[in-house]
């Protein structure tokens, strides 16, 4: 069995919303820690606020955060959202053309190992995968504002050669020399 793209980004999507909960995260910041596609996650984001998991604005000052709780929001349900329109094997979708359909078996059986899976999936909530998660926090916790990742820090620092042979550190551009303190 494998999940579609989509019902993966919905979980990394969400995942990163309740890391970073009672904060606004932008699609690219997500796009950027789950290495995903900002227009396949554009789509993704739209029907998790379509179906009122996340909240989401658009625009300059927009974002997205959870809408409810992350202990209410049921794993199960996302990928029912996401997987119940593809069907599992050929013999479940609208364009069957298995002869063996009217007399096999084995769809039953395939049947009740997905309703199974969607089960154990059902006593699983956002919470249980971020509570206590502290690889997963450490990967995609924003920064607070106004302090520079470690990442960002590293591409606005520069240092040049001043005559004489010495090196000077100079921070980025609309920086004060050294002082880390930004120039408007």
Not at 1 to 21: E, F, G, K, S
Not at 84 to 101: H, Q, Y
Request: with cysteine; glycine share 8%.
């Amino acid at each position: 069995m494998r999940i579609t793209l989509r019902t993966n980004l919905a979980l990394r999507a969400l995942m990163y919303c309740a890391v970073n909960n009672g904060r606004t995260v932008r699609k690219m910041d997500v796009a950027n820690a789950c290495n995903a596609s900002e227009n396949h996650l554009a789509q993704v984001i739209r029907i998790l606020s379509h179906n009122e998991f996340i909240d989401a604005t658009r625009g300059r000052h927009g974002g997205m955060r959870l809408m409810r709780s992350a202990h209410l929001i049921n794993i199960g349900a996302v990928f029912r959202l996401f997987e119940a329109d593809m069907p599992f094997a050929e013999c479940f979708g609208k364009d069957n053309t298995c002869p063996l359909v009217s007399v096999c078996w084995l769809r039953g059986a395939i049947s009740d190992a997905v309703e199974a899976f969607y089960r154990s999936l059902d006593r699983v909530h956002l919470s249980d995968l971020v509570t206590g998660n502290n690889g997963l926090s450490e990967m995609l916790t924003l920064a607070s504002p106004g302090i520079r990742t470690p990442a960002c820090a590293a591409t606005a620092r520069l240092t040049l050669p001043v005559l004489g042979g010495d090196l000077a550190n100079v921070d980025g551009p609309g920086q004060v020399p050294n002082s880390g303190i930004a120039q408007n």
